[in-house]
């Protein structure tokens, strides 16, 4: 049975982005997962790189205890999505925080070259954005989004061969627009659909 790690960022508890992550997860566990969904805002997650964080890196301190939870975490999972809106063309300062200070060495990879407790995992990251995945993509953006977390940190750096990313696009905040409103639930459909397709 596979275990299914569903992390999502956003402020606001109704965001469309924890739609996205629990659309994920229930298409997961229909197919028989196990499913676990943390909000980086629900439980307090702290993104800020400390001194703590940086003894650790150098191998001068343990691994502060908020970290050591969400690799526990990382590591029992098979699949894992990673769900957030794009701010300013990048992650947001939440999901920055979770790389900088969770995905990091002596866990998802080493300085010698072995393989982290990322390897061979399946991972997912779902980006929420304003635009269209075509004008993401024609316009240079999804290039450097893709080179940036797929290639170098996960494919380069973790040994993750099986990440993509998948847009939810055309979104807008507030919006209660009819048409609009079917095109997301649409959307989430979609992201159901994903989830479910990854239980092996």
């Known amino acids: 049975m596979s275990n299914v790690l569903v992390i999502t960022s956003n402020p606001e508890p109704s965001s469309m982005t924890n739609a996205t992550g629990e659309a994920f997860a229930e298409g997961a566990g229909a197919q028989g997962a196990r499913t676990e969904l943390i909000d980086l805002y629900g439980i307090g997650f702290d993104p800020v790189y400390t001194a703590a964080d940086r003894a650790h890196y ?19 999972a098979d699949v894992i999505a990673i769900v957030f809106p794009v701010y300013w063309y990048t992650m947001p300062a939440m999901v920055k925080g979770l790389f900088d200070r969770v995905i990091c ?14 390897a061979g995992k399946t991972v997912r990251v779902i ?4 635009g269209s995945r075509e004008w993401y993509e024609s316009d240079g953006i999804g290039e450097a989004l893709d080179n940036q977390i797929r290639r170098q940190t996960f494919a380069k750096y973790c040994g993750v061969t099986d990440a993509k990313l998948v847009y939810v696009d055309n979104l807008a905040m507030g919006d209660d627009d009819p048409a609009k409103r079917r095109a997301a639930a649409a959307q989430l459909d979609g ?4 989830g479910a397709s990854l239980v092996r």
Do not use: C, N, W
Not at 105 to 118: I, K, Q, T, V
């Open 191 to 194: 992201i159901r659909e994903l």
């Open 58 to 76: 150098l191998g001068r301190g343990p691994m502060p205890e908020d970290v050591a939870a969400l690799q526990a975490r990382l590591a029992e």
């Open 105 to 118: 060495r002596d866990f998802a990879y080493h300085a010698d070259g072995r393989p982290g407790a990322l």
């Open 127 to 130: 980006l929420l954005t304003g």
